[in-house]
């Protein structure tokens, strides 16, 4: 597999007391590398490598209604949301947020 790099992508963690009411779209923005090695998140509040997946969506969340998000869910229970940041967000709605999927689908799915 190749190593694919996505800039400004908006990275939030999904706690379970956050499913459906929380009012912020995202916590951090920054790179998100795809590789053999797995997926790692290297945003401005640090890095985060993301292990363990068991499963990855692409659909719109209550909290932004105009853009889909990636959605990761891991075995320990832990999720994360990831969407297209370019543009001001925008680019996500023109196939920027679908790459990612992609991206990590072809990363678990392989």
Same mark, same amino acid.
């Given at each position: 597999m190749e190593k694919q790099v996505f800039q400004k992508v908006s990275y939030r963690a999904v706690e379970n007391s956050q499913r459906n009411t929380n009012v912020i779209a995202f916590k951090d923005t920054g790179t998100l590398i795809v590789s053999e090695e797995g997926l790692e998140f290297q945003g401005k509040k640090g890095k985060i490598k993301i292990t363990n997946i068991q499963r990855? /969506?692409? @659909?719109?969340?209550?909290? @932004? +209604? !105009?853009?889909?998000?990636?959605?990761?869910?891991?075995? @320990? !229970?832990?999720?994360? /949301? +990831?969407? @297209? !940041?370019?543009?001001l967000g925008w680019k996500g709605m023109f196939g920027g947020t679908q790459d990612i999927y992609r991206a990590i689908a072809g990363f678990v799915y392989r």
């Open positions: 990855v /969506l692409y @659909d719109r969340q209550r909290m @932004d +209604l !105009g853009n889909s998000s990636v959605k990761i869910e891991c075995q @320990d !229970g832990r999720s994360a /949301l +990831l969407a @297209d !940041g370019r543009w």
